[in-house]
T-cell receptor, first 115, second 109 residues
Framework: DAGVIQSPRHEVTEMGQEVTLRCKPI?????LFWYRQTMMRGLELLIY????????DSGMPEDRFSAKMPNASFSTLKIQPSEPRDSAVYFC?????????????FGQGTRLTVV | GENVEQHPSTLSVQEGDSAVIKCTYS??????FPWYKQELGKRPQLIID?????GEKKDQRIAVTLNKTAKHFSLHITETQPEDSAVYFC????????FGKGTMLLVSP
């Protein structure tokens, strides 16, 4: 397995534009997590899915953020409209359980810059 | 929800010295405590973990200790090497993983 795959690796966009980040989890993993990493706030959990169903989206900062998981092998995180303060590295991770007692495998991340 | 505090935020040591990173957590129901290492520009990767029924775990030069009563756990790296330079994150699990803000470890040759 190639691991968790995220695309794009880098995204530069103008304020106000829509941004879509993509993630392919490891096959067979039931849980998928979206994290945001910044210097100030570290690694923040935005939302996680279990068997394609969103379980906890309390970390999603605003209504401008939305996430979907239409099937077991694909998830998206969308920001619309984007703002400069959204600039961060966004990680997707998957786990065969809820992260309990097993490793969460991270993708390479998407570095988002909103100008 | 769970709150994880991590200290120090940066740590500089000489090659061969030991390094200790400490974390505290708030939810006594947390039962799993992994440590992740993130090299510059790369993804976080698990290096060691400990469960709540164990007080200490070792893997070569790294070890983790857990004090459930005090709700703190620590990462110990002995005989540090320049390739240990990275950001280290602790985490605690109750329903989901909550991460500390990370410690940047710099090992000078």
């Amino acid at each position: 397995d190639a691991g968790v795959i995220q695309s794009p690796r880098h995204e530069v966009t103008e304020m106000g534009q829509e941004v879509t980040l993509r993630c392919k989890p490891i096959s067979g993993h039931d849980y998928l997590f979206w994290y945001r990493q910044t210097m100030m706030r570290g690694l923040e959990l935005l939302i996680y899915f279990n068997n394609n169903v969103p379980i906890d989206d309390s970390g999603m900062p605003e209504d401008r953020f939305s996430a979907k998981m239409p099937n077991a092998s694909f998830s998206t995180l969308k920001i619309q409209p984007s703002e400069p303060r959204d600039s961060a590295v966004y990680f997707c991770a998957s786990s065969p359980t809820g992260g309990g007692n097993t490793e969460a495998f991270f993708g390479q991340g998407t570095r988002l810059t909103v100008v | 929800g769970e709150n994880v505090e991590q200290h120090p935020s940066t740590l500089s040591v000489q090659e061969g010295d030991s390094a200790v990173i400490k974390c505290t957590y708030s939810d006594s129901a947390s039962n799993y405590f992994p440590w992740y290492k993130q090299e510059l520009g790369k993804r976080p990767q698990l290096i060691i973990d400990i469960r709540s029924n164990v007080g200490e775990k070792k893997d070569q030069r790294i070890a983790v200790t857990l004090n459930k009563t005090a709700k703190h756990f620590s990462l110990h790296i002995t005989e540090t090497q320049p390739e240990d330079s990275a950001v280290y994150f602790c985490a605690a699990l109750y329903s989901t993983l909550t991460f500390g803000k990370g410690t940047m470890l710099l090992v000078s040759p």
